[in-house]
């Protein structure tokens, strides 16, 4: 949480950068002091604090200190322990179980149901009117769009990934109001997912990014689904960094299936696992 508020702190406005500043200089502090004695603190208004804590992506002051509380209480661990040449492989299995394990902590705590409440109604609305919906990645974050539409075909919604950045700036040039696009991309940084983000945004298609803080393409969407992690995206294998995409991805498909309910995907479920037993060993 404190690292993705120092990475979000160049993008806010000075007063909300003085608060920000003051959470990371003392966040034990910061959750236990009240709004009146923040904003003294931070020579700003009480609505400015209030205002900070959503800039960041929460609810408002109580979510944020409620999350801050559970971080700097409960100790929850977020250190990337870089595997080694000479590692057993007993060592190695401990340090890639942990690291995964603390990112899904760290998200759990920080993860803005705001904003993903805003996504799902964005891919839901995009559903119920029969437009588009579209997934786009590049390199590993390819991989990742391509197991998001396969997710979301199961629940018979039409949707299509593009890892091509040729692709994606012709699909996105075709959508319109009402359509949906999820970019995901580790870095954040990516030209190909920039042109094309930028693209769809200008043809009134709704982006969600599903990426870094304080990245170029954190800022180009409409609604952004922050996935903050330790791992470099300049590393040749990111492990962390997938699986927290996918288990983003996760998240929006489960809550868009129970937005649908379940009359309507029950009945295909059912037909689609029975059409599949002829395809199995008994």
Do not use: W
């Not at 890639?96 to 904003?115: E, G, M, Q």
């Not at 298609?205 to 304080?214: K, L, N, Q, Y």
């Amino acid at each position: 949480m404190l690292e993705r508020i120092k990475a979000s702190l160049p993008s806010l406005a000075p007063a909300e950068q003085r608060v920000g500043k003051l959470c990371l200089s003392d966040p034990r502090a910061f959750a236990n002091l009240p709004v009146s004695e923040l904003a003294d603190r931070a020579h700003v208004s009480k609505p400015t604090v209030v205002r900070f804590c959503r800039s960041v992506g929460y609810d408002g002051l109580s979510d944020f200190k409620l999350k801050l509380a559970g971080t700097v209480n409960e100790g929850v661990p977020f250190i990337h322990r870089s595997v080694d040449a000479d590692d057993k492989t007993s060592d190695i299995m401990v340090k890639v179980i942990d690291n995964t394990v603390a990112a899904f902590l760290k998200y759990r705590n920080d993860a803005s149901s705001i904003a993903l409440e805003k996504a799902v109604l964005a891919l839901v609305d995009s559903y119920r009117a029969g437009k588009r919906i579209q997934f786009f990645g590049v390199g590993n974050s390819g991989i990742v769009a391509q197991d998001a539409q396969h997710k979301f075909f199961r629940l018979g919604i039409h949707s299509t990934a593009f890892s091509d950045g040729h692709m994606q700036v012709m699909s996105a040039s075709i959508l319109g109001p009402g359509d949906c696009v999820v970019v995901i991309s580790n870095s954040g940084r990516t030209r190909d997912l920039m042109d094309a983000c930028d693209i769809a945004r200008k043809n009134g298609a709704t982006t969600i990014v599903v990426t870094a803080s304080g990245s170029p393409l954190a800022s180009a969407g409409h609604i952004h689904l922050c996935a903050d992690h330790p791992e470099g995206f300049d590393k040749y294998s990111p492990m962390v960094s997938r699986l927290l995409h996918l288990m983003i991805i996760d998240i929006l498909a489960t809550c868009v299936a129970l937005r649908i309910g379940g009359d309507t995907l029950q009945p295909m479920l059912r037909e689609m696992k029975h059409n599949l037993r002829n395809k199995r060993y008994a």
